[in-house]
Every structure is written in C-alpha cells, then in structure tokens.
C-alpha cells in the first residue's frame, strides 16, 4: 500500500534549485532510506514531506490524493509525523510528560482544566512497553536517558498518536555503536508494526541494516535508486562514497614507490 508518492517533486529559491525531478513512493511495512552528504537535498525533501515548506515542481501525492502542505500540523493530520535529529524533547520534564507534549490529557475543555496525570502515565509505560522500550521509572527526566532511549520514545510517542508514515532525520548521527543499535532495532520495529518509514541518514551501514530502498541524492538530484535486493552494501557505500570520484581521489593519493 502506498502512503505517499512523490512525482518529480521540486523546490526553487529564485534562480536557486535546491531539489529537482525527485521521486519516490513510502509503502506501508517498509524503510525507505534517503542517503546523501550534507547540501544533497535531503532536509529540503523532509520538509517538503512533513509540511515545512511547499514544494515548487512536481506532485506530492498522500493516499491517491495530490496535496501541498502548507504546516507541519497539516501533515500531521494525515499521519505523517517527523522525529528530528534534535528531538522535541524538554530535558527536565518527565517520560511521560514528554510522550504527551502539546497533546496532554485534561479532564475538561478549558485551558487550565486539570491534567488527568495518571492516566498519562499508565498509558506512556504501556505504549513504551508494547514497542520494547522499558524504563526504570516513567516519572525521571528524558534528559536522564541516552540519546537512544530518547529517540525510541519519540518514535513510541508517534505512533501512539496515529502515525501511519514516520520520518527519522539521521536518527543515529550522533549516537555510539551500542545506542544506534537500539534505535535501528525500533526502526525496524516501527515497519513490522505496519508503519511507511523515510529513514534519513549519511550512514550506508546503518541504512542497509533496515532499508527496503535506497536513494541516494547529489545535489539536489537522485543518484541512485535501487531496492533491497538490487543493491549490496559495498555498492551502496561506493555509490554514497562517491564512486568514480573516489577512485580518482585514491588514485591521485597514491603514493609513488621506486
């Protein structure tokens, strides 16, 4: 089934072309893996996605239906919700206070009607839980839990709240091998739960390890567009690597020997 299609999508800054002729399709139960070094167009082609910015070219295309978002909070209506790179989280808060950031539940309709608190955090532990995801205590600070455990609460925290497609922008960037495995784990969760995933990342190791297809971008363009079975992970790295140029860059390192 797919969730969203993207039929040679574009964005133009004036005379500048940050994105051009990109298309792709999300399909339910899959990880669709965007690689692409820093200025390839990849934040461009999630904010387009998530409703950060309307996209210029092309169709974008969500359930058969053609649409241009015009918020993230549109986007998010039709279930296609984003966990960035730096998280919306509060340090300080709680678990379960930030699974329910700016969705709280209250016991009426008025702004300072009470937070039905345990409610909350019954229904945090149990979400966690059903994803794998066990903490010692629902009511520490996030700030208290690796950098892993917190990107596996945002992606608890969307899909409780109805996300049919999840994007992760370089989830694993800034993490160690130990906590990247963890996030990679419930990724890969994420998909076998049914949900479309755009897994953004430089890391062809990371992505080859959850991915069902791969593009690769360079500026602004599609490089490479390969599923799971058409692609190894060596050719993937090459191509990420930046294949023929990187051969002549080793050719022109190479030492000379007598």
């Known amino acids: 089934m797919t969730l969203i299609e993207m039929r040679e999508v574009g964005k133009t800054y004036g005379p500048i072309r940050a994105l051009g002729g990109i298309s792709l399709s999300v399909r339910a139960g899959e990880v669709t893996c965007v690689l692409g070094d820093n200025g390839a167009g990849k934040s461009t082609l999630i904010k387009i996605m998530s409703g950060l910015l309307e996209h210029t070219e092309g169709q974008l295309m969500v359930d058969g239906e053609e649409l241009v978002f015009s918020s993230p909070r549109q986007a998010l209506s039709r279930g296609i919700a984003t966990v960035y790179q730096d998280l919306a989280v509060v340090p300080l808060m709680e678990v379960w206070r930030n699974f329910f950031l700016g969705a709280e539940l209250r016991s009426g ?89 755009v ?60």
Do not use: W
Request: charged letters at 30%.
């Open 109 to 197: 309709r008025f702004p300072l009607a009470g937070l039905r608190i345990r409610e909350m955090r019954r229904i945090a532990d149990e979400e966690l839980r059903k994803m794998g995801i066990t903490v010692k205590d629902i009511n520490q600070p996030i700030g208290t839990l690796s950098g892993g455990q917190r990107q596996c609460v945002a992606i608890a925290r969307a899909v409780y709240f109805g996300a049919r497609v999840l994007i992760l922008d370089e989830p694993t960037a800034a993490l160690g091998v130990k906590q990247s495995g963890v996030v990679l784990k419930y990724t890969a969760a994420a998909r076998d739960a049914g949900l479309g995933v």
């Open 199 to 258: 897994f953004i990342t430089h890391n062809p190791h990371h992505a080859y390890l959850v991915g069902d297809r791969f593009l690769v971008l360079k500026r602004g363009r599609v490089e490479l567009d390969s599923r799971r079975d058409e692609i190894s992970l060596n050719d993937l790295t090459q191509e990420m690597a930046g294949g023929d140029e990187l051969d002549a860059l080793a050719h022109e390192l190479r030492r000379t020997t007598k």
